[in-house]
């Protein structure tokens, strides 16, 4: 693994519990600034969970416990202290879900909304940052001219398209994509796939995938999970033609769950 | 390589099914090979004209084999080993295909000796060791497939390094024949002919171990120095 390359964030012996269960065993893994990094793994790894860890959305639910460090850079922060606001993370880090979750509002109000959230009451800025927001996220020429209307007249792929121009609005960081394509029909993956290969020339891109082959055309590294463990991390060109261990060559040739 | 069983039974059987195809086109060749080496040391022409009736089988295999290899990749999207297999595959045919080729060729050239009449200096030059040693070398990059045994690439690779030497070798005695006694010119021309094709067979043979090293360990070792394999 090359060290020079420049990181988004590090990740050190992290570990995670749900009360007494540990989910997340002593993780240790690099996040490649401007890249994108899936996480693969068989359901029930663990790797929704890593993913969830790095915007604190853990902290919602009482008896969740962290260990370890998530180092987020150029401020060198660790995200997982005490110290730091989750709400604060979560400026900085954008997320996207499966489904698509639209605000029952507005196209033009669920992309406001991180911005007023901030504070943000600039009518100029806001409209600049909202389209700026949807152009990034190629859903504008498709809605420009039905602002108000409602989020929810829009396609399942538009949606999620407009989710991701909401996450993006506040000029996240880093953006976390929990299976975003697992709703859509091929166009509409399609669609979503070709924009995060557009989006990391800004942002660092993070995402779970169940669809192995998503995870080989859109990302530049590729992490195997197995049982809360990390087992494999490296080069995604190198994981998918040539695995180290037996357990990732295992699972990207189907030989088991 | 990877013998654990794909979820889908399904796919574990197209993948076997492939691989018994490569043998067997693989077992076709050998034979064709022999076969045509035989019949040029022990002069004789009764085979002749099956053996390059048969190559057709061959050339239908590698179109079968490398139909088979599209629709995997259509419809598994293999990954790591089976990627590295399938991939491996389409490469391989093709110099199966070629050996077979130059089967035919070694069998046409016996033919063309035969209605020339034959001169002394067939016997002299090495052929029968380079026929011998390039045959050796066929079966040993089979083998190395069958088995999935990258430990024998460097033994094969050493090998064909010594046919092509002793193919100079050759080329340097018919030569002198020919300055000597231009009357063994045509028949001369005949056997470099020949011996180039049985040259050409153990190259082909190198080119699969290469592959089956890929197949194996994911390295690529073509046009690598010996020492770096």
């Known amino acids: 693994m090359n060290t ?79 110290a730091i606001d989750p709400i604060e993370v979560r400026m900085r880090i954008g997320m996207v879900f499966q489904k698509p979750n639209p605000f029952p509002k507005s196209i033009y109000e669920n992309v406001a909304y991180g911005l007023r959230v901030r504070g943000e009451k600039n009518k100029r800025v806001l409209e600049d940052k909202i389209e700026a927001a949807l152009k990034n996220s190629a859903l504008w020429n498709e809605v420009k ?80 999970m197995y049982l809360g463990e990390m087992i494999e991390f490296g080069e995604t060109n190198s994981i998918f033609i040539k695995p180290k261990d037996k357990r990732t060559e295992d699972y990207i040739t189907g030989r088991m769950g | 390589m990877n013998d654990n069983q794909h979820l889908s039974s399904q796919y574990n059987e197209e993948l076997a099914q492939l691989r018994t195809q490569v043998l067997q086109m693989g077992g076709l060749v050998e034979t064709q090979v022999s076969a045509a080496m035989d019949a040029y040391i022990s002069n004789q022409s009764t085979q002749l004209a099956e053996i390059v009736a048969a190559d057709h089988k061959i050339n239908n295999l590698e179109k079968n084999i490398d139909d088979h290899c599209a629709h995997i ?6 990954t790591a080993s089976d990627l590295r297999l399938v991939l491996g ?62 430990t024998q690439a460097q033994v094969v690779i050493r090998a064909d390094n010594e046919v092509d030497a002793e193919f100079k070798s050759i080329l340097r005695q018919l030569i002198t024949h020919m300055m000597e006694d231009p009357r063994t010119i045509t028949v001369a021309i005949e056997i470099i002919a020949i011996a180039r094709a049985i040259e050409r067979i153990g ?15 994911g390295r690529d070792i073509r046009h690598l120095e010996e020492s770096a394999l």
């Open chain 2, 89 to 150: 595959i389409i490469k391989i045919v093709t110099d199966l295909e070629r050996m077979g080729d130059e089967a035919k060729k070694i069998a046409k050239g016996t033919r063309r000796i035969h209605e020339a009449g034959q001169i002394p200096i067939q016997h002299s030059v090495g052929i029968h060791h380079l026929a011998e040693v390039a045959l050796n070398l066929v079966r040993q990059a089979l083998d190395a497939f069958a088995r999935l045994d990258a």
């Open chain 1, 4 to 82: 020079n390359k420049p990181l988004k964030a590090e990740v050190k012996n992290f570990n995670f519990f749900y009360g007494s269960t540990q989910a997340l065993k002593n993780i240790n893994m690099p996040i490649h600034d401007k890249k994108v990094t899936a996480l693969i793994g068989p359901s029930g790894c663990g790797k929704s969970t890593y993913l969830r860890s790095f915007n604190r959305m853990h902290d919602l639910y009482p008896g969740n416990r962290y260990e370890g460090d998530i180092i987020f850079h150029p401020d060198n922060v660790n995200l997982l202290s005490e």
């Open chain 2, 203 to 217: 190259d082909h043979a190198k080119n699969i171990v290469e592959q089956v090293v890929f197949v194996v360990e």
């Open chain 1, 145 to 224: 001219d039905r602002l108000h209307d409602s989020a929810f007249n829009l396609s399942g792929g538009q949606q999620q398209r407009l989710c991701i121009a909401r996450a993006l609005a506040t000029d996240p960081e880093l953006l976390l994509f929990d299976e975003p394509t697992s709703a859509l029909d091929p166009i509409a993956t399609g669609a979503i796939e070709e924009l995060m290969h557009e989006l990391k020339e800004h942002v660092t891109i993070l995402i779970v995938t169940h669809n192995m082959q998503q995870a080989a055309r859109v990302s530049d590294y590729t992490a195997y």
């Open chain 2, 73 to 78: 990749i259509a419809k598994r999207q293999p």
